[in-house]
């Protein structure tokens, strides 16, 4: 069963895998710092071109994988406009209180949102998981008994999918997925979760004994199939990422968008 979509690479899967993690990080990290919601403004949109220039999916795909993010953005920004506190009353009805304050931290808020969302798919469309761990071992210096055991683990999600799909429709022939209420329901649930927890505890056992008969847990030095390093395409990397922040905020100090602009939260 194929779970991925196929799509061209971009300069962007060049990059270091271990590298594009960390990056990603401090990202994560830096933009829970910024209160300005200019800068933020910017830096999402120049995210969002990063986003849009780095993934070779088409238009529609793109899309698609943005409207999940869209959704928790219009959540938690109307929760935070409607009952934040501030000031300067915009909006009032019963229990709904719009301030200006609580609009600008409800559209922060959804907009730092937003770039996880783009950072998160960034990372996570333009990296294989097979040479993120290769890296960390490599760069990173994780042991290989845990890279290897993480890269077993997600190997097996899409079996796991597979093995869902196939034991449902074999269900779905014997009429069991047309029964419906409650009873029905918690029989479909044991009639899951018994086959497939039961398979994945014999194929975890197998392949930590696999794992046992290859030394894992002894040998201190291995070759690898998988060879990963640092490239000009690293540097080229780091500073896109230094260069949004850097425009971000010269944008938003020469050209800003809106009347407020620290926005921290009381």
Request: glycine share 6%; charged share 15%; hydrophobic share 55%.
């Amino acid at each position: 069963m194929q779970l991925a979509l196929t799509n061209k690479e971009s300069w962007m899967h060049g990059v270091n895998p271990s590298l594009k993690l960390l990056i990603m990080l401090f990202v994560f990290i830096g933009i829970m710092f910024i209160h300005n919601v200019d800068v933020i403004a910017y830096v999402t949109l120049l995210f969002l071109l990063v986003f849009l220039a780095s993934i070779r999916y088409p238009v529609k795909i793109k899309m698609l994988l943005l409207l999940p993010f869209l959704f928790i953005f219009l959540t938690s920004s109307l929760a935070m406009i409607m009952f934040g506190k501030g000031d300067t009353t915009l909006f009032r009805f019963g229990l709904i209180h719009v301030t200006e304050e609580s609009f600008f931290r409800g559209v922060h808020l959804g907009m730092r949102s937003m770039v996880f969302a783009f950072c998160g798919l960034l990372f996570a469309l333009t990296t294989k998981p097979v040479l993120l761990f290769y890296s960390l071992m490599q760069q990173g210096k994780l042991p290989p008994r845990f890279a290897y055991g993480f890269m077993a683990g997600v190997r097996l999600l899409p079996i796991m999918v597979e093995e869902y799909l196939t034991l449902r429709n074999a269900l779905l022939v014997r009429g069991v997925e047309q029964k419906k209420g409650v009873a029905a329901l918690i029989y479909k649930i044991k009639l899951f979760s018994i086959p497939l927890l039961s398979q994945s505890i014999r194929r975890a056992h197998r392949v930590a004994v696999a794992m046992e008969a290859k030394r894992f847990s002894r040998q201190k030095e291995r070759t690898y199939y998988y060879s990963t390093g640092f490239s000009k395409k690293d540097i080229w990397c780091v500073a896109l990422f230094i260069g949004v922040f850097m425009i971000g905020f010269a944008a938003a100090y020469y050209l800003p968008m809106f009347s407020i602009t620290d926005v921290r939260y009381r």
